[in-house]
């Protein structure tokens, strides 16, 4: 465009003789000049640069619990164990291991024996346990004195609600049988060596101040639980081979058995009163109905 202005002007000053002959050159030129100047505001815009579609990372793959939903994630490598003693043994220990399956932390708070011949222990409390973490969970049972079966709960407070451990003992017939005598001539001689000692712990201070079904869960269970849990050495409630009533179980509350069964009469060293032995075997009666004499056994099968 400058190019063509230049020899424009040029033309215009040169001298020629023909006025109109530089008129109509200069006009087209002009022409020229006009042609290209609206022709270059027509020229299409650049395209814009291609833009290559941005790529979304991959969604994160979801951490699904490795536990089936509904049950607990704690899991035990048994929920129950058994043992056969062996003579002249007196304790055992019992070890549990488990594992939290779950896809986060579970705390156990605490874990509870069902009596005080049971002594279990965390590794810590509370112990939080992190996804796929394992450990083990210890409980040592005293039976010295005792025959038969023995049967103990374990209850585990977590995060994630409770579950229930259980041991079972099977004891030897042995020398200890001796020991298990001798208890029984000092538990007659003295009604209330239940009560006293490591043993009050369990058999007086859970019940003080229930009555009914919550006296029984507190101070009886330990020794008759109706559930297949009861010790073997003592009589199952439940099975008497008697034609039992409501003074049959005041007799034995106020008085004691014949073996280990211990007075629970205050006036003779027990924990309750004449009113609350009498409310008591009312609740006996009810919770354990009579017999006739139908139902009961003969002697030979007994």
């Known amino acids: 465009m400058g190019l063509l202005l230049h020899v424009a002007l040029l033309l215009i000053f040169r001298p020629a003789r023909d006025f109109m002959k530089r008129f109509i050159f200069v006009a087209l030129l002009c022409l020229v000049a006009t042609a290209f100047f609206f022709a270059a505001q027509r020229r299409p815009a650049p395209l814009p640069a291609v833009v290559e579609p941005v790529q979304l990372p991959k969604p994160t793959t979801v951490v699904t619990p490795l536990v089936a939903p509904g049950a607990h994630p704690l899991v035990w490598d048994a929920m129950v164990k058994e043992v056969t ?9 019992f070890i549990f291991w488990v594992t939290n399956t779950a896809a986060t932390n579970v705390v156990l708070n605490h874990i509870q024996p069902s009596c005080g011949c049971t002594v279990a222990r965390l590794p810590r409390e509370p112990w939080n346990m992190a996804p796929g973490e394992f450990g083990s969970v210890s409980a040592i049972i005293n039976f010295a004195g005792k025959t038969g079966r023995l049967d103990k709960l374990l209850t585990v407070y977590s995060s994630e609600g409770q579950q229930t451990l259980h041991l079972k003992v099977y004891i030897a017939f042995d020398p200890a049988e001796a020991s298990r005598q001798q208890n029984v001539m000092k538990s007659i001689a003295d009604r209330q060596a239940v009560f006293k000692g490591d043993c009050a712990s369990c058999h007086v201070e859970k019940g003080r101040g229930k009555t009914g079904e919550e ?74 109905p009579p017999k006739d004499s139908s139902e009961l056994k003969p002697v030979s099968q007994q």
């Open 215 to 288: 006296l029984f869960a507190a101070d009886c269970t330990i020794c008759h639980q109706p559930d297949g849990h009861r010790a073997d050495m003592v009589p199952n409630l439940a099975d008497i081979n008697k034609v039992t009533s409501k003074e049959y179980w005041k007799y034995y509350l106020e008085n004691g058995g014949t073996s280990l069964m211990p007075v629970f009469l205050n006036t003779k060293g027990g924990p309750l009163t004449a009113q609350e032995i009498d409310t008591f075997a009312g609740f006996l009666n009810t919770k354990f």
């Open 85 to 93: 003693t062996k003579p002249l043994q007196s304790t055992n220990q």
